[in-house]
């Protein structure tokens, strides 16, 4: 005979499968919709990160500051998402997904608007912090949401359809900052980006259902939170592809961060074709993650997500090679640099679901926020990292050498993760 709490148990999960299953989507043109939803409020971050990237410069001159403070814009708003999603996340396992993400999108509006009217570069920094916290929303909620609603070789799918979507952004974000910087100042970009903040918001809320049924919903204190915390902390298996994802993340807005300089200061581009060179390699990105869903089913995610891995490692361990030889052409930076965004398309969300696939769904939202509070640590840490040379500004050898460091460090975690596997290390959540 069953005890009362294992019956509760049952029920729960019961109604919770039967819940969850009716939120699947269940035609192409509803997961054709909720792909364009998510896709348009995670790409809100990338808008935000790299719209303003060929106005560095720019801004540089008009707030009358140095470059690496200019930078340390960027840097904040890294670590606003990083601390961010680690608010954001326990909070729709709580209350679920649509209202912390809403408000997050109306905070995230008015904080563009304010980025117009900035006095120096230190008002500049603190309103990037904050709308690095709001922007979080919707970076960890949009993972969350497919935790809730997918898994396996789906949930891969899926998460390389998004990418198609959300990579569009980094992909035109700085096309069209650099055309902006032809008919007005560089504020002209965060009116832009408040004008998509106000649009994502108004799809989410008309178009975006609620994915955790509040059965599963779980209100946790600061000390249950912290239990979870430390449980999702002592498994191999989470932490190894987290770290992995973060490392990668690293080399990723190293590049993000430091090619603006490098490309208009050590090569000599305009703005213009800056831009058109960031758009190539993005393109590189979105080819990467649309080839990585052609192979699911075929070959093994740990396999492809290995292959990605060890694709970037090469490509920026050539790169450092010839800025140290000095011999590095232009061209050839550029074609090195698309070869590791494609391996990226790889990594990003092979590693994202294996970190996420054995979590239930009542923690996903923590998961997925200690996932991306440590991605975007890391990335904008490392990122850091190059402007540590004697000019105090990035240089094409300082932004290789630690590339490779954050890859070689990617590939190390994943080696780990895989042992972990292996011996079955993981502990119950």
């Not at 709580?94 to 608007?113: C, D, E, H, K, Q």
């Not at 290995?306 to 011999?327: C, E, F, I, K």
């Amino acid at each position: 005979m069953q005890s009362p709490n294992s019956l509760a148990t049952a029920q729960r999960s019961k109604v919770s499968e039967q819940t969850s299953s009716s939120a699947v989507p269940r035609t192409r043109k509803a997961t054709v919709l909720l792909v364009m939803v998510l896709g348009l409020m995670t790409a809100m971050g990338p808008l935000a990160t790299d719209m303003y990237l060929p106005a560095f410069p720019q801004i540089t001159e008009a707030l009358g500051t140095a470059e690496a403070q200019v930078q340390l814009t960027l840097t904040a708003m890294m670590l606003g998402l990083s601390l961010g999603q680690l608010v954001i996340g326990p909070m729709s396992d709580a209350w679920g997904r649509r209202g912390p993400l809403l408000v997050g999108g109306a905070v995230f509006t008015v904080t563009s608007v304010l980025c117009v009217f900035v006095p120096n570069v230190t008002v500049f920094i603190v309103l990037r912090f904050v709308q690095g916290v709001s922007g979080a929303a919707g970076a960890v909620i949009a993972r969350a949401v497919v935790r809730d609603l997918f898994k396996g070789d789906s949930a891969v799918r899926f998460f390389s359809r998004l990418a198609l979507v959300m990579m569009l952004a980094p992909l035109l974000a700085p096309l069209l900052g650099a055309q902006l910087l032809l008919v007005g100042p560089w504020q002209l970009s965060f009116w832009v980006l408040a004008v998509m903040a106000a649009l994502s918001f108004v799809v989410t809320l008309l178009w975006l259902p609620e994915s955790l049924p509040v059965v599963e919903r779980r209100r946790q204190g600061p000390l249950a939170l912290l239990v979870t915390v430390g449980r999702l902390a002592r498994q191999p298996r989470f932490v190894g592809p987290v770290l992995t994802l973060g490392l990668s993340f690293g080399m990723l807005f190293t590049y993000v961060s430091a090619f603006s300089f490098v490309s208009q200061h050590e090569f000599g581009v305009s703005p213009q074709l800056y831009a058109w060179l960031f758009a190539v390699n993005s393109l590189g990105l979105m080819v990467g993650t649309q080839t990585n869903g052609l192979l699911v089913g075929r070959v093994e995610t740990l396999r492809r997500l290995g292959a990605g891995l060890t694709l970037a490692l090469v490509s920026v361990v050539v790169l450092s090679v010839l800025a140290v030889s000095g011999v590095a052409s232009l061209w050839m930076v550029v074609g090195l640099l698309a070869v590791m965004m494609f391996s990226v398309g790889f990594i990003m969300p092979n590693a994202t679901v294996t970190a996420l696939d054995g979590q239930p769904v009542s923690v996903a939202g923590t998961a997925s926020a200690l996932m991306g509070a440590l991605q975007f640590a890391l990335g904008g840490g490392v990122a850091a990292l190059a402007g540590l040379t004697p000019s105090g500004q990035a240089s094409l050898l300082s932004m290789a050498v630690v590339m490779v460091g954050a890859a070689g460090l990617s590939l190390v975690a994943f080696v780990w993760a895989v042992r972990a596997k292996s011996r079955g290390d993981s502990l119950p959540v």
